[in-house]
């Protein structure tokens, strides 16, 4: 099957373009490392413009009419604007490409024992293109009449007319920022589906590979499954915004409810797009600080596969209250239920690989523990959304936001700092300060409970979404719901005041931290066996594997780990 | 005539045709093929004529499963092609028979309780105001429903 | 231009690299189009009376388009076989037959949609109309990118390099040319 002969993977001629400038070699570089951190380094920018977002409308909500420092009077239009803008943002410009392209860029070329991505120039255009998505989304909030104000999912003809959403050039660039995004992700997916199926390092079969590289590669095949319909609906979209089509008005033979199916075709597909990776980062975390082998490792991929496929028969849960046929409904229900089973019985797998292991309490670990318990949380109470009856009540209350994000931001904030504090010392060659980690982490976890749980209480009390003031609903301005909405924006302050620590800790480490060796965690996957930081072309000598990634504490061995690359 | 021989895994070439685990392309009569395909597009086209809509029908879209059947296997060599790709484009095939059998139960009818679409067309140019629809709305259309 | 990787020389699968890709962009053009159709199919089964509005486009001119599709897609597999022979200038000459036949059917389509829209058939006519410039238009879109990649892989193949991509360009246009095989009974013949 694959050649077991060494490959030489050092510089061959044209590669060793080592002092080209810097334009070169930062901007228009194909290194799949240089484009991992391009992508990391957009989606965390973007992360704070949409934090800070979260700050603005949630000043608003607490404190109805003020002036919120930084940023001014929130307007009815500014309020729509800001929460459309933070949704799409945290999931379209910061959960994937942090998550997907930018750990999916690292991590699979290393892990498979390859020197670079198989499409290393189309990987280059993907990430030039994900930039002009973020360059049309950002040009979108300054054109006349503001930025998109019709919320993530965009529903026409709301989002169709700008006699409606009154911002008729902001939705547009929207839906271009978004359409742009697309094509970018679809490019870079199928580059890494064809670098992890085919660009194996010699001796690695399917099951040696690493639950990371499994985990991004599936989240790719649903992406690109379940995007298309999309597409067309935004080109559909689009067409109506500005050709004066009726794709989506039944007055001109068109159907709303097709873009809300289209747009939810993949949308419920999509949140598993972001989650898988999350969950292949703390997979790796939890093995190599429990010493301990991934329990159930095919289970979890088999389980992880069964949840793609049925991802895509859950969707209409986000339309129980859309006028669609209640049978349709009932059919939803019952398979939106059964998809928590696989994702619970994975959380089961995650801690039955803790229980007896040797663990250490570092930084990556404690993000990794956080992410099962706060996501666990976020699924239960999916569960009651899941059910359409009670999502008849709950729909649209900010029992929904909490939900979401009790499971999103797992994913894109937790999971993303476990994997960041993880590999920072292979992609910048430095160790983090685990004093200040810690504390960011306790200053992260312990106010984000705080902004949510309240939220939960809201929704159960009728407090809908979207609303940019709440005097203007006397029974949800008592002085408890105010208490309750003033209590998670205080958290929502605080949560992001500590993350000033990360951002310093990030940038003083990756200037000044002391030297990392190869493997100071000491894993056995295979990019610890690089050079930290990696060079070009990652390995003078090709690695060649010989054994999964997950043989920790083998018994009659002097160490508790058994790299991939040692011959045995 | 396919051959099912895999070539020895090297890598490939800048000059070869072949990649590493090709099986041999086999000696096809391309033309013919292509002669086949015309006359499938001649029946295809002639089928309408007939008049009778059912015969039409399974002459336009028979036809087209034949002709992309045709072009797949002896155009696209999807028959010597590893299961693997079979594999991926039924699954896609089969997500969009699903997205129609989802979403036709609501997305086709044509109305419901205390609503009704609209046919939906105008003959010149408009603009999308939306009251402005139904202006040129042909009488026999509003009868028409789900068939 | 760059040196490739050792990644794009691997065949885990044992299919060339090159190929598994394109298989796996057709992947996703299947379910972009399929968004596009089904959608259409939908609106189409669920409004009869969008029957009148399709009996307007001419199916001759449709069918002369499929021919020409078929013929293109001829030229593109007997490229490939030229490129299986190591004769890459005679590929080279067929693929460019090729972008012939690609340029031919979108100089019909021009002619065909300036006589619609001065008969007053544009976009914006209605939900038939919407769907049919947009379908076409949509697979206008990818013929042209395919043409635009059918040259630049010509013009390395009439040098006899990267053979193995007239294989891969070649299945990307027998996939164009499937999706014109459906949309000629849909928008054409069904009426």
């Known amino acids: 099957m694959a050649e077991i002969a060494h490959e030489h993977g050092h510089l061959p001629a044209g590669h060793g373009h080592a002092e080209s400038n810097w334009f070169i070699k930062y901007l228009w570089s194909t290194d799949h490392k240089v484009i991992a951190l391009q992508y990391m380094f957009t989606g965390m920018f973007m992360a704070m413009i949409a934090g800070f977002m979260a700050y603005v409308f949630r000043m608003q909500i607490a404190y109805p009419g003020m002036n919120v420092p930084f940023f001014g009077h929130v307007s009815p239009g500014s309020y729509n604007a800001l929460i459309t803008n933070h949704g799409s943002i945290m999931v379209f410009w910061v959960a994937m490409p942090v998550l997907l392209a930018g750990f999916g860029n690292f991590l699979i070329p290393l892990m498979c024992g390859c020197d670079d991505m198989v499409f290393p120039r189309i990987n280059r255009l993907s990430y030039q293109l994900f930039f002009i998505s973020a360059v049309v989304l950002i040009v979108s909030w300054f054109v006349p009449g503001g930025g998109f104000g019709g919320a993530w999912t965009a529903y026409p003809p709301l989002s169709a007319v700008g006699k409606y959403n009154l911002t008729p050039m902001g939705s547009s660039l929207w839906v271009l920022a978004v359409a742009l995004e697309f094509v970018a992700f679809l490019l870079g997916g199928i580059n890494f589906i064809v670098t992890a199926m085919n660009a194996r390092a010699p001796g690695m079969k399917a099951f040696d590979v690493p639950l990371a590289v499994w985990m991004i590669v599936v989240a790719s095949l649903l992406f690109m499954a379940s995007v298309g319909p999309l597409i067309a609906g935004a080109v559909m979209l689009l067409f109506d915004q500005n050709l004066g089509t009726g794709f989506y008005n039944p007055t001109r033979g068109g159907d709303p409810v097709l873009w809300q199916h289209l747009f939810w075709f993949f949308g419920h597909p999509e949140v598993y797009v972001v989650l898988l990776p999350a969950m292949g980062i703390v997979a790796e975390v939890i093995t190599v600080f429990s010493r301990k082998k991934m329990f159930g490792y095919k289970t979890v991929i088999y389980t992880v596969v069964a949840t793609g496929v049925l991802s895509f028969f859950v969707w209409a849960h986000h339309q129980f209250v859309a006028g669609i046929d209640p049978r349709m409904a009932n059919v939803f229900t019952v398979t939106t239920v059964i998809i928590s089973i696989p994702i619970a019985e994975m959380c089961f797998l995650y801690i039955a690989t803790l229980y007896g292991g040797s663990i250490t309490f570092t930084t990556p670990m404690l993000w990794a523990l956080a992410f099962i318990a706060e996501f666990l949380i976020g699924g239960v109470t999916g569960i009651y959304l899941g059910a359409s009856g009670a999502d008849i009540f709950f729909h649209d209350t900010y029992f929904v936001v909490a939900h979401f994000h009790y499971t999103f931001y797992p994913i894109a904030i937790i999971g993303t700092l476990a994997g960041i504090t993880f590999w920072f010392p292979k992609i910048f060659g430095k160790m983090m300060n685990e004093t200040m980690g810690k504390i960011h982490f306790w200053g992260t976890i312990i106010p984000f409970n705080f902004i949510f749980i309240p939220m939960f209480f809201l929704g159960m009390e009728g407090e809908h979404r979207r609303i940019y003031d709440y005097t203007n609903f006397p029974d949800l301005a008592n002085p408890w719901a105010v208490s309750m909405r003033i209590t998670s924006t205080v958290a929502l302050v605080v949560m992001l005041l500590f993350q000033f620590i990360f951002l310093f800790n990030f940038i003083y480490s990756m200037l000044r931290g002391p030297k990392a060796e190869k493997n100071p965690w000491k894993s056995n996957t295979l990019e610890w066996t690089a050079d930290s930081p990696p060079p070009h072309g990652n390995w003078r000598e090709m690695p060649t594997v010989y054994r999964g990634p997950y043989e920790y504490a083998t018994p009659g061995r002097e160490t508790d780990y058994w790299p991939q690359d040692e011959r045995a | 005539m396919t051959s099912t021989a895999h070539a020895p895994a090297h890598g490939t070439a800048h000059g070869s045709a072949h990649g590493p685990g090709d099986a041999h392309a086999p000696h096809r009569n391309y033309v013919k093929i292509w002669g086949i395909l015309c006359a499938l597009l001649v029946v295809s086209v002639v089928g309408p004529m007939l008049g009778i809509r059912w015969v039409m029908l399974i002459t336009a879209f028979g036809v087209a499963l034949v002709k992309a059947y045709m072009v797949a296997k002896n155009f696209m060599h999807l028959d010597i092609e590893k299961p693997i790709v079979h594999w991926i484009l039924l699954v896609a095939l089969a997500l969009m028979v699903l997205l129609y059998g989802a979403l036709a139960p609501d997305v086709q009818k044509g109305e419901g309780t205390g609503w009704k679409k609209d046919a939906g067309f105008h003959h010149s140019f408009v603009t999308s105001k939306p009251h402005e629809a139904g202006k040129h709305e042909k009488p026999e259309n509003a009868e028409h429903g789900k068939p | ?191």
């Open chain 3, 1 to 191: 231009m760059s040196v490739k990787t050792i990644a794009t020389q691997r065949a885990s699968m044992n299919i060339p690299t090159g190929r598994l890709a394109v298989w796996w962009v057709l992947v996703s053009e299947i379910v972009i189009f399929g968004g596009v159709l089904v959608s259409y199919l939908m609106h189409r089964l669920g409004h009869p009376e969008w029957g009148e509005q399709a009996a307007y486009t001419n199916m001759w001119i449709g069918a002369t388009n499929t021919f020409v599709l078929l013929t293109s897609s001829l030229s593109a597999v007997l490229a490939h076989q030229a490129a299986e022979k190591g004769d890459g200038p005679k590929a080279a000459r067929l693929l460019y037959l090729t972008v012939l036949g690609g340029l031919t059917f979108l100089v019909i389509k021009s002619f065909e949609w300036t006589h619609e829209i001065r008969e007053g058939f544009v976009l914006q006519s209605g939900g038939f109309w919407s769907y049919y410039y947009t379908a076409a238009g949509l697979h206008a879109f990818h013929v042209m990118a395919g043409m635009g990649v059918i040259l630049w892989v010509a013009n390395d193949a009439k040098k006899n390099q990267e053979l193995h991509r007239v294989e891969n360009v070649g299945i990307y246009w027998h996939f164009v040319d499937i999706v014109w095989i459906f949309l000629f009974p849909l928008l054409y013949i069904a009426k």
